[in-house]
């Protein structure tokens, strides 16, 4: 896929899809992940925090966030998406790319990224970006899918099961850990979300069942979400 191509599909949600994000987003699996992040991961007191809700979308981590007192500066790659953000909370809004954050080194206590980086063409070089922005003995906070489950995306797109039309760069659980330790990251805590693709709303209370065991099922889990802090 040329650059071009690949900027183009990076702005998919902004330019297709702003305004229906919402509406087909997952109930399930958005408050699953938002319970991940602040009530696992992020479990402490945020207030007066600075934190980046880094690929924003349309603001739920955010308002999260504002709720529980942390200065939040909200970022994604356009308006559209901005606009939906400041439905939701007070938060400082800011056009830009994960790849290329416009922020000083060292800004952040926090950076909250869920679901974000397997939608640009580089997502080892998001983390690395989120890594410079944070302050020393900050903490970064990320959700992302899990290679192992890759071929479920394939068949969901090949039979119009998913309306999300860009890119798709999914990473292992191991290159990422990787990543994490080669950058300057000493990851805290490895979970998974999902123990399979939720379809079906009767199947919530099997993946309720099994969140349990979020730690050891980790591997082989559909979503992966980790705490790291920058040394």
Known sequence: MTDAKQEKKMYFYEERFSDDFDLYMNPYDLNKRL???FE?????????KKLLDAGCGTGWFSAAASKRGANVVSLDLGENLLKKVKEKCDSHCVVGSILDLPFEEGTFDIVVSSEVIEHVPDPLKAITEMHRVL????ILVLTTPNRFWYWSVVMANKFNLRKYQGLENWLSRSKITRHFKETGFEIDHSLGIHLFPFVIKAFNPVLDFFHRFNKVLAPVMVNLAFRCTKK
């Open 40 to 48: 696992t991961l992020l479990n402490h007191d945020i207030s007066d």
């Open 135 to 138: 302050k020393p003995g900050g």
């Open 35 to 37: 319970e991940v992040v």
